[in-house]
């Protein structure tokens, strides 16, 4: 059984159709790219996963789950960083992560349980009482990703996470989350920064709502840049939509 499993996925905003009998089926512990250039409907996707809008076809399995039909069961096992930021400027880091705990339905020891670990995951503990505000941007988006595995989900979605952020942040981020990956979870990213891709990695090209790849990151270079190769491939005429 996939861990997330998107099978036949097509979604209209009116007569313009977004994403286009999109499947494809992913792992845990893989780190997985969704690349798309602009309008590609990365987002579009990630509104699906997250149950904010409603495939006109399709099915979207989590962890066994159907979204459809156990929507609180399949949501239950997903984490997610939006692309923009959500936190409480004026609240500690501890509190952002209390109150998002409690949403969740933890309280007492399991949720400061929980949340430690999550912070560790991020090497955030020694933050934990610092106001955001204080915090670069790099470690504002650290405890947005503590924060959605505080519920231990089997999956994490992160979209354009790395967007505004220095060399050194966006490199410290890619690299936990990778280790998130390995040590069990299925992340996937949205993004059209190929630099943030590692060759081991599972790569899903979505280019004008179509699934063009699904392979590693290795594989679909084929020898060359995945620069070139992602390049030479959204250049490719798709079917028009
Ligand atoms: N609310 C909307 N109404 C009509 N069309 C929309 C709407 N939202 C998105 N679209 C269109 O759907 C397609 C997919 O958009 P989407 O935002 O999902 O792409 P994306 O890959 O996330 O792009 P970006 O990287 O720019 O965020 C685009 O052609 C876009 O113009």
Redesign the pocket.
């Known amino acids: 059984m996939s861990t997330l499993s998107v099978q036949n996925v097509t979604y209209k905003?009116?007569a313009?159709t977004?994403l286009d009998t999109v499947s494809f089926d992913l792992e845990q512990r893989r780190f997985c790219a969704l690349l798309?250039?602009?309008?590609?409907?990365?987002?579009?996707?990630f509104s699906l996963l997250t149950g904010l809008l409603v495939a006109s076809e399709g099915t979207i399995r989590v962890a066994g789950h159907d979204l459809a039909g156990e929507p609180r069961a399949a949501l239950g096992k997903i984490g997610i960083v939006f692309q923009q930021q959500t936190i409480d400027l004026d609240m500690s880091v501890a509190q952002n992560l209390r109150y998002f705990a409690a949403l969740q339905g933890l309280s007492g020891k399991t949720a400061q349980r929980n949340i430690d670990a999550a912070l560790d995951r991020l090497a955030m503990r020694e933050r934990a009482s610092e106001k955001a505000r204080s915090l670069n941007g790099g470690h504002r988006r650290r405890m947005e990703i503590a924060r959605a595995l505080i519920h231990d989900p089997e999956v994490l979605l992160l979209d354009?996470p790395t967007v505004g952020l220095d060399t050194a942040s966006r490199q410290a981020i890619t690299g936990h989350v990778h280790d998130l990956a390995d040590s069990g979870l299925l992340v996937l990213w949205?993004t059209?920064l190929v630099d943030e891709i590692r060759p081991e990695d599972d790569v899903v090209v979505?280019h004008k709502?179509h699934v063009l790849a699904h392979d590693t990151a290795r594989a679909i270079s084929g020898g060359r840049s995945l620069t070139d190769a992602f390049i030479a491939m959204t250049e490719t005429p798709v079917p028009s939509l």
């Open positions: 905003y009116g313009k977004a798309g250039p602009n309008g590609a409907g990365k987002s579009t996707l354009e949205a059209h979505l709502g």
